[in-house]
């Protein structure tokens, strides 16, 4: 490959480089994923990772933070875990590998490395824009993961979580899955490091939702920390489809979390969650893209954070709706609870709109925990450690709550507590 | 069992003197009311009993039980069994009712170096204080008076009294906000847990509650000072004449 660079690359980037040419070889792929993956790394290359000088990385100069790339190092074998909510259905992708064993009654499930073998996962090798340096090294390096396809009506009784397990080294999933029309069906999608060893992680999802799915999608990232995780999930939403997203970020030393999400069916419904719990010295990422496409949707945006230490979180929101797309409702808001002086967090919602017609809000805030709960809470008698405590995890768990689903609300605020808990 | 000595308190935030050398005796078993005009200081001396941080003690003691408590946080006070029940109790979203209070009853229990309640005997004793009350179920899976109406607050005030057994109750403007049937079941609450050992503060503005919880010493608070003391006749004096006269005398 061609080794001439038009600038001069960081270490980071000189790695990532490097790192495609040793695995070039062996990276599954027929030739139209070859040529698609060469191409993706030559853009990236000459790119650069993305500084702040760009906008959609103001607040995450991704050149500056990823100092290093750890080696794709073999591991050995890594074993499941329990799921998260009981009686789920585990795929596992164990550093980066996915089960060829792997079924679920009901869902048709092909491994992602035999659609980049065959060919037919190179069309969705893409960057979305010039600036999508996630959908560049995820495309260059990715491995396997799961493709799957959810059949029309088809309505699953237990969650599938999508369980990436890993250790140190390298890993790049993709996931991309197919809701039919009128499915109903729960995923959660699992990132978590096994052992304290700096990881490279990548993962996209690429989800589609047919006229009138009901889905709910979790994406729990408890990485260690020293890792690098970037996430991206993109998403359709058809006629009267809706979607809970909820994102929980748990872990990570360098954390973007990408949602780029089109409605384009009249109809559709959007309910977005977050929960961005941030300690030690991380920086965690947030960034949302929605367009509101075509007339009659709605949406809602909540994001909670809570920064301990020296973290730093951002929350970038961008809602577009499209000219035509009237009667578009959409609120965000993205409410911070910083309990330290070391720490910080940026929010930048943005509102693009072009249609006349529409009911479209957006609202940040940033405090302290309020002082007059804190003394009600005491003066019963708790003390103020676990007062403190109660009252930030109420702050994430009211949002938690609204996913309504029993025993996922009950494990995640098991997640939120088990992480206040040692952090706070 | 409370002895406040010649109390002087500001807010800590602008220094505003509220309370002015203010001198006070409650002898365990008694029911004390404290009356006042608006503004005489009423709820700080409630908040300061307790340890609410927005204020200074300046001057003078308060002792519980022969010991000052002025070092003590609000939570150590609580699990020495000082109990406020809140003018206007705190909507707190997100902390489950159920899980406060069990949190709250085992944190005293550990302060005080009991055993912590088993999930059945908590549950009962959560079961049987409320049916007494009137409370339903349903507003106990609630978040924490998060979506209770004026008086199912106050309810609650009483529940977590009668299930945390304090040894000093006060009670800031219990009836405020209530109706006539609904300050009849909060003062029986209040009556029942009436006890040689335990003593209660009624903080009130009106008469009206005192026919229902019945005071054996009241006192007129004023400008940050009790200006006169008396039993429940001067109660009734107030409510006939109003303030005026007694906070003339003492001018």
């Not at chain 1, 660079?5 to 490097?18: D, G, K, M, P, Y």
């Not at chain 1, 992708?93 to 060829?100: C, H, K, N, P, T």
Request: hydrophobic share 45%; with cysteine; proline share 3%.
């Amino acid at each position: 490959m061609n080794m001439q660079t038009t600038s001069r690359l960081t270490a980071a980037e000189t790695a990532l480089v490097e790192a495609f040419g040793a695995q070039i070889g062996e990276l599954p792929g027929n030739g139209a994923v070859i040529g698609t993956r060469d191409r993706l790394l030559d853009e990236l290359k000459k790119a650069g990772l993305p500084t702040r000088r760009i906008e959609a990385w103001h607040y995450t100069d991704l050149k500056n933070l990823m100092r290093s790339v750890p080696d794709a190092a073999q591991v050995s074998a890594i074993d499941p875990i329990a799921p998260l909510v009981e009686g789920s259905k585990v795929l596992s992708i164990l550093q980066g590998e996915a089960d060829a064993k792997a079924a679920v009654d009901g869902v048709e499930i092909e491994l992602f490395k035999d659609r980049l073998a065959d060919g037919s996962a190179a069309a969705g090798l893409t960057a979305l824009d010039k600036d999508d340096a996630i959908g560049r090294i995820n495309g260059s390096f990715v491995r396997d993961g799961y493709a799957l396809t959810v059949p029309a009506d088809t309505e699953l009784d237990a969650p599938i979580e999508l369980q990436a397990l890993h250790a140190a080294g390298q890993v790049h999933t993709r996931f991309p899955v197919s809701f039919g029309a009128a499915s109903k069906a729960t995923i959660i999608e699992r990132h978590r490091s096994v052992t304290e060893g700096a990881a490279l992680v990548s993962s996209i999802s690429d989800i589609t939702l047919e006229d009138g799915a009901d889905i709910t999608w979790i994406i729990l990232q408890q990485q260690a920390a020293e890792d690098t995780h970037l996430g991206q999930i993109r998403v359709k939403l058809g006629t009267k489809a809706k979607l809970r997203l909820f994102v929980i970020n748990a872990g990570g030393k360098l954390v973007r979390q990408e949602l780029r999400i089109d409605v384009v069916g009249e109809g559709a419904e959007l309910m977005l969650r977050g929960v961005n719990l941030l300690g030690a010295e991380s920086h965690t990422d947030v960034t949302l893209v929605l367009g509101h496409n075509v007339p009659h949707t709605n949406s809602t945006e909540i994001i909670r954070n809570v920064v301990f230490d020296r973290a730093n979180g951002v929350f970038q929101g961008m809602i577009r709706v499209a000219p035509d797309a009237q009667k578009t409702d959409a609120k965000m808001s993205c409410n911070t609870l910083l309990l330290t002086d070391d720490g910080g967090f940026s929010a930048k919602p943005e509102l693009e709109i072009f249609a006349d017609d529409v009911v479209c809000g957006h609202g940040a805030t940033v405090a302290d925990i309020e002082s007059s709960h804190l003394f009600y809470l005491m003066a019963r008698g708790v003390p103020e450690k676990k007062a403190r405590a109660m009252l930030v995890n109420a702050f994430v768990a009211e949002i938690v709550e609204e996913l309504e689903e029993e025993k996922l609300v009950e494990a995640l605020e098991g997640v939120i507590s088990a992480w206040l808990e040692k952090h706070a | 069992m409370l002895e406040i000595k010649n109390l002087h308190a500001r807010i800590a935030e602008d220094g505003t003197e509220i309370i002015r050398g203010l001198n006070l005796t409650v002898k365990a078993g008694e029911i004390a009311a404290i009356m006042g005009p608006n503004g005489s200081g009423k709820s700080t001396l409630s908040y300061i009993l307790s340890g609410r941080q927005d204020y200074e003690v300046t001057e003078g003691d308060i002792l519980y039980n022969g010991e000052s408590i002025l070092e003590l946080d609000p939570a150590e006070r609580a699990s020495k069994g000082i109990f406020l029940a809140f003018q206007y109790p705190l909507e707190i979203p997100g902390v489950a009712t159920m899980q406060f209070l069990k949190v709250a009853m085992n944190e005293q229990r550990k302060a005080r170096g009991e055993a912590e309640l088993t999930t059945p005997d908590f549950m009962r004793r959560v079961k049987d204080a409320a049916e007494k009350l009137k409370i339903d179920q349903a507003m106990l899976r609630r978040p924490l008076n998060v979506g209770f109406s004026g008086g199912e607050k106050k309810r609650a005030e009483i529940l977590q009294m009668a299930l945390l057994e304090p040894k000093l109750c006060i009670l800031d403007e219990t009836d405020s906000g209530l109706d006539i049937d609904a300050l009849k079941i909060v003062a029986d609450g209040v009556n029942a847990l009436k006890s040689p050992d335990r003593a209660t503060i009624v903080i009130t503005h009106y008469q009206r509650l005192l026919d229902y919880i019945v005071p054996d010493t009241v006192h007129v608070l004023y400008k940050g000072q009790i200006i006169r003391s008396g039993d429940k006749a001067l109660a009734l004096e107030l409510e006939e004449n109003g303030y005026a006269d007694i906070i003339g005398e003492a001018a």
